[in-house]
């Protein structure tokens, strides 16, 4: 039964739950390791929600739909503005402040040209980045979506599991599996979150549209969760708002560590030993 469980983020669909154990338990034990400690063999599993977003039928190809800019919606293009915004602090070198506003297909164009120019976005065609966009903005707006994503989780919690290591769009869909399967039995031992290059605070798009609401701009706290540590790195551009403690409670723990050019990949933030301290402390 699985003690730890990592939950992925987007542009995962064409893998499945094995092939993500493959790539994150080597990096997420290395971080245990890190931190001097280690944990059992058959302890690690990955839920996998990914093919929700996977064309199914005759229309599933090995490459991803070729979006255009004309295929942006308002709240994607919105989502793209707020991750322009924070490339540009990142990257001045490479990004043009300006306005950020994408409401017609040629800003949209003109903004996925500049992050094409940026080291976080490098080598991805515009057409990609949409569909990532998309990802997100499907999992918040379509309600089966957001509710099987969630039971990915809930299927492989068991009353051994007791750390849940979310990266990326994956800790907004644990986040709201915690407050949907929290109370139950088989959650009873879940007692630590640890959060890598998390989504959950950026306004608007994602925070005010958490299921629950949060309530006079601060989030509700998960139920029966002991511990949250939410990790971060300066250059991802992802994880817009670095520090969610002001935003979910004093008890949340931000700490910065640093990924160098791949700032949001999941590798690095597994590696970390701060990732490896929160696991460890978890299991404790």
Not at 13 to 24: M, V, Y
Not at 101 to 130: E, K, N, Y
Not at 176 to 201: D, Q
């Given at each position: 039964m699985a003690v730890v469980i990592g939950i992925h983020g987007i542009a995962q669909q064409n893998k499945g739950p094995q092939s993500l154990r493959a790539e994150w338990e080597p990096a997420l034990r290395d971080g245990v390791a890190f931190a001097g400690g280690a944990i059992a063999d058959g302890s690690f599993a990955c839920a996998f929600y990914g093919c929700?977003?996977?064309?199914?039928?005759?229309?599933?190809?090995?490459?991803?739909?070729?979006?255009?800019?004309?295929?942006?919606?308002?709240?994607?293009?919105d989502l793209l503005a707020a991750l322009f915004g924070e490339a540009a602090r990142v990257e001045p070198d490479r990004v043009a402040q300006g306005d950020l506003r994408a409401a017609t297909p040629r800003a949209v164009q003109a903004l996925l040209r500049q992050l094409a120019q940026t080291r976080f976005f490098a080598g991805l065609a515009d057409h990609v980045m949409i569909g990532d966009l998309k990802q997100v903005?499907?999992?918040?707006?379509?309600?089966?979506?957001?509710?099987?994503?969630?039971?990915?989780?809930?299927?492989?919690?068991?009353?051994?599991?007791?750390?849940?290591?979310?990266?990326?769009?994956?800790?907004?869909?644990?986040?709201?599996?915690?407050h949907a399967y929290g109370g139950s039995e088989r959650w009873k031992n879940v007692a630590t979150l640890i959060t890598l290059g998390s989504p959950l605070g950026i306004p608007n798009l994602i925070f005010d549209r958490l299921q629950p609401a949060p309530v006079d701009a601060k989030?509700?706290?998960?139920?029966?969760?002991?511990?949250?540590?939410?990790?971060?790195?300066?250059?991802?551009?992802?994880?817009l708002t670095k520090k969610l403690g002001p935003l979910f409670g004093a008890e949340l723990v931000d700490l910065r560590i640093h990924n160098g050019a791949t700032a949001h990949d999941v590798r690095p933030y597994l590696t970390a030993r701060e990732t490896g301290e929160a696991i460890l402390h978890g299991l404790a």
């Amino acid at each position: 039964m699985a003690v730890v469980i990592g939950i992925h983020g987007i542009a995962q669909q064409n893998k499945g739950p094995q092939s993500l154990r493959a790539e994150w338990e080597p990096a997420l034990r290395d971080g245990v390791a890190f931190a001097g400690g280690a944990i059992a063999d058959g302890s690690f599993a990955c839920a996998f929600y990914g093919c929700l977003f996977r064309p199914e039928g005759e229309v599933r190809s090995a490459a991803a739909p070729h979006f255009h800019p004309t295929d942006v919606t308002k709240d994607e293009a919105d989502l793209l503005a707020a991750l322009f915004g924070e490339a540009a602090r990142v990257e001045p070198d490479r990004v043009a402040q300006g306005d950020l506003r994408a409401a017609t297909p040629r800003a949209v164009q003109a903004l996925l040209r500049q992050l094409a120019q940026t080291r976080f976005f490098a080598g991805l065609a515009d057409h990609v980045m949409i569909g990532d966009l998309k990802q997100v903005m499907r999992y918040l707006m379509e309600p089966d979506v957001r509710m099987r994503a969630r039971q990915s989780i809930d299927s492989l919690v068991t009353p051994d599991t007791r750390v849940l290591v979310a990266h990326s769009l994956g800790t907004v869909v644990t986040y709201e599996a915690l407050h949907a399967y929290g109370g139950s039995e088989r959650w009873k031992n879940v007692a630590t979150l640890i959060t890598l290059g998390s989504p959950l605070g950026i306004p608007n798009l994602i925070f005010d549209r958490l299921q629950p609401a949060p309530v006079d701009a601060k989030g509700k706290w998960p139920p029966g969760l002991k511990r949250w540590v939410n990790i971060s790195d300066d250059g991802d551009v992802v994880a817009l708002t670095k520090k969610l403690g002001p935003l979910f409670g004093a008890e949340l723990v931000d700490l910065r560590i640093h990924n160098g050019a791949t700032a949001h990949d999941v590798r690095p933030y597994l590696t970390a030993r701060e990732t490896g301290e929160a696991i460890l402390h978890g299991l404790a």
